[in-house]
């Protein structure tokens, strides 16, 4: 079992920067990828990022690449992902993931352990 607690959502304005934190417990935490997700009001859950156990390999989805960045800290066990030049449609619920796995997904079938999610909203 991993319990998985996000935090640093909050209102920003359009150009701003977050960075959203999960802190993991339980089982080793290296030994797990960690993904980001979101969802939008009305939306399906989308993949925005992920990162294998060493942090060695990150992937990212094409809305969000460039701006967005992902990255751990194994002696902390916990998992970030900096948010810069934010806009209005990256508005919602954002979730962290982990999966058993050391192939990292896109899929969010393939994560087993969810947060509770932090909500992010950009204004124009």
């Known amino acids: 079992q991993v319990q998985l607690v996000e935090s640093g959502g909050e209102l920003v304005q359009a150009g701003g920067s977050l960075r959203l934190s999960c802190a993991a417990s339980?089982?080793?935490?290296?030994?797990?990828?960690m993904g980001w997700f979101r969802r939008a009001p009305g939306k399906e859950r989308e993949f925005v990022a992920a990162?294998?156990?060493?942090?060695?390999?990150?992937a990212y989805a094409e809305s969000v690449k460039g701006r967005f960045t992902i990255s751990r800290d194994n002696a902390k066990n916990t998992v970030y992902l900096q948010m810069n030049s934010l806009k209005p449609e990256d508005t919602a619920v954002y979730y962290c993931a982990a999966r058993g796995s050391k192939y990292y997904s896109r899929s969010y079938d393939d994560y087993a352990y969810w947060g509770q999610g932090t909500q992010v909203t950009v204004s124009s």
């Open positions: 990162i294998s156990w060493s942090g060695s390999t990150t």
């Open positions: 339980g089982r080793t935490f290296s030994s797990y990828v």
